[in-house]
């Protein structure tokens, strides 16, 4: 067999998670949690989307007015009980949103959460895009959200977490400081960039996360609170020794069904109770990133 080298991404070298930097989160904490709350908008009849039963013919109905639910009904049902438990939120928008219900959006920016750049529309991936196509739907994105919510993003998730090869240089270039697109660590790691510029990857789950647990593992909601409190207590205890990030993504479509919801407010309080006493830095991504930023190499 011919020896070959592995192509490798060139972004970040291999570093085990007991060698990691050591340092604090605010509060003298060492686990750092987040919401990423991703309220979408898809095309009518074309694209792609998440589906609760099998896809049809387009105009496909039943996937997009499940879809749709989460923006009409179940985003406000989630921003009612993020409320009650005074829980911020790291919210990813499609811009269409802007469009089609900007009042959802409005909401977010009156709660004070940080919006994050999520593309134009989840019935489209920026993989397949051209260098020049995709620099410009970084800047729209940028724009859009300067312009209608006066907030300038430093944050990214791409729909459908698609990347080219060269999506981490355009963020860079662009103005964003942090990508969620890769889960490759429980810490803040900095990737390269072709210009030098600084560019964070935050942890974004796959595993705490929705649509792959409950829509392609038919995961029982009850089930996913579980998870999720499993998940935090075990991080709270390896946080112990570093500074650690857990995220749980969310969408509303899924989640904001109200049986589903139920058992979500059980995992959410369970996590609250330790930010009021004091054992957990409950926060956004984007103040993740900053104060990485401030306190690693």
Known sequence: ??????????????????????????????????????????????????????????????????????????????????????????????????????????????????????????????????????????????????????????????????ESLHTPDLLAETGYRYTLNWCHDDQVTRMRTRSGDSLLAVPYPQEINDIPMIVARQMDAKDFAHMIIDNFDEMLQQAKRQPLVMGIALHPYIVGQPYRLHHLRRALTHIARARDAGEVWFTTPGAIAAHAQAHTP
């Open 1 to 162: 067999m011919t020896q070959q080298t592995l192509t490798h991404h060139g972004r970040f070298d291999y570093q085990p998670i007991t060698q990691h930097p050591s340092y604090r989160w605010p509060g003298d904490t060492g686990l750092a949690v987040y919401l990423g709350f991703n309220i979408e908008h898809f095309a009518f009849g074309e694209g792609l989307g998440a589906c609760i039963g099998p896809a049809s013919p387009q105009p496909d109905v039943l996937n997009y007015s499940w879809r749709e639910y989460g923006n009409r009904v179940g985003a406000w049902r989630c921003l009612e009980l993020f409320d009650q438990l005074a829980l911020p939120s790291g919210t990813l928008i499609n811009t269409a949103l802007y469009e089609h219900c900007p009042e959802l959006v409005a909401a977010c920016v009156q709660r004070g959460d940080e919006l994050i750049g999520h593309g134009y529309s989840n019935a489209e991936r920026q993989g397949g895009m051209s260098e020049t196509e995709e620099r410009a739907l970084l800047l729209h994105c940028r724009e859009a959200m300067q312009q209608h919510s006066q907030q300038t993003p430093t944050g990214w998730l791409s729909p459908w977490i698609s």
